[in-house]
């Protein structure tokens, strides 16, 4: 509990620009849950290290990922939005709960396994250990409950692993975490296979709406997205296509699948994803006018991104000194 709340935890990884699955299966849905809980969001750039970086892109895009929270409509003074390796204490534990965490646990991690195969030229310990830094991110901050996809869904698993696990020797050290379920927010499948998830990392471009792309290229990949035979506007398990814009018509309009079935009634599937794609590019609009402002105003950014960094590490600095002292470690004298 934190100021009479309980606390909600996550965050996302700083490469490359968000999709639109990442706004509306997430992003979106996190900006009203600060009237519920004290939430902590943090820009994860100690875990995009995991896959080799180019530093200065890198830099720019962890900068980006905060503007774009902003910009989607977390608002930076009810929510504490921070860089992750702004504050030290996540390595600090993460190293901790690594000596607390079992290799046997960590090779069941499909995530890890997945990753390996696809970066075969780079399996470091970082990205096998990923799901431990992770478990110091949540744990750090005593989160009660963490939004998480399903992709993310065993790494919360394992984080409540070693925290039952830690308390067991230690005593009540961490709030053990809970899921999070949105009521609302969809997973945005990808455009061009729409049994295959929205990815940033698609090869095809045309799969996946990026949250910066232009209007043109929003409506362009839209007219291209692959439907299912047939030419009715109806959401079907036989029609994961037509079903997956539904969701994102769904999600941007607020309406229900029957109101589209009906507003589509014996119009077909071109004018459908016209309608589609012009709906995403007004949501759009507003988020990518409030970005350029954001990142245009530097003063601005750095003094809410210090403000932040310094409230989190503030919280994070009780438990770590808490771990510490349970664990043996002999307190930092100072001199008199
Ligand atoms: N691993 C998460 C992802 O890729 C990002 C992440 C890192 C995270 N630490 C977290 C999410 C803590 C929630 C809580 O999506």
Redesign the pocket.
């Known amino acids: 509990m934190l100021n009479g709340k309980k606390i909600l935890?996550?965050?996302?990884?700083a490469t490359g620009t968000l999709t639109l699955g990442n706004y509306l299966g997430a992003l979106k849905n996190w900006v009203k849950l600060h009237e519920e809980y004290e939430c902590l969001y943090?820009v994860?750039d100690l875990?995009s290290l995991t896959v080799r970086q180019n530093a200065a892109e890198f830099r720019k895009n962890a900068r980006s990922l905060y503007a774009l929270y902003v910009a989607a409509g977390l608002d930076p003074e009810k929510n504490c939005i921070y860089y992750?390796s702004h504050v030290s204490g996540h390595a600090e534990l993460g190293w901790i709960l690594s000596c607390f965490t079992y290799m046997g646990e960590l090779n069941r991690m499909t995530q890890f396994k997945d990753k390996a195969a696809k970066h075969a030229d780079n399996i470091n310990a970082g990205l096998y250990t990923?799901p431990v830094?992770?478990a110091a991110?949540?744990l750090l901050y005593q989160?009660d409950v963490?939004?998480?996809?399903v992709?993310?869904k065993q790494?919360?698993e394992i984080t409540r692993d070693i925290a039952q696990r830690f308390n067991a020797l230690y005593g009540d050290v961490f709030t053990v975490p809970e899921a999070y379920i949105p009521k609302a927010g969809a997973k945005i499948m990808s455009l061009q296979d729409p049994l295959k998830k929205m990815s940033k990392s698609d090869e095809n471009a045309n799969a996946t709406i990026l949250l910066l792309d232009e209007k043109d290229a929003v409506i362009r990949k839209f007219k291209r997205a692959v439907t299912d035979s047939g030419c009715e506007v109806r959401y079907a398990e036989d029609k994961p296509g037509v079903s997956n814009l539904m969701d994102i018509y769904g999600c941007v309009t607020g309406k229900s699948y029957e109101e589209i079935e009906r507003e589509f009634d014996g119009r077909g599937y071109g004018d459908f994803k016209l309608a589609v794609g012009e709906a995403v590019a007004q949501e759009l609009e507003p988020l990518q006018k409030k970005y350029r402002e954001i990142m245009e105003d530097k003063s601005y950014l750095d003094s809410v991104i210090s403000a932040n960094d310094e409230k989190a590490a503030a919280y994070a600095a009780k438990t770590l000194r808490k771990v510490q002292k349970k664990v043996g470690l002999t307190e930092k004298l100072r001199r008199s």
Request: hydrophobic content about 40%.
């Open positions: 935890y996550s965050g996302m990884q943090g994860m875990h992750q990923y830094l992770m991110d949540i989160a963490v939004p998480v996809g992709d993310q790494h919360l």
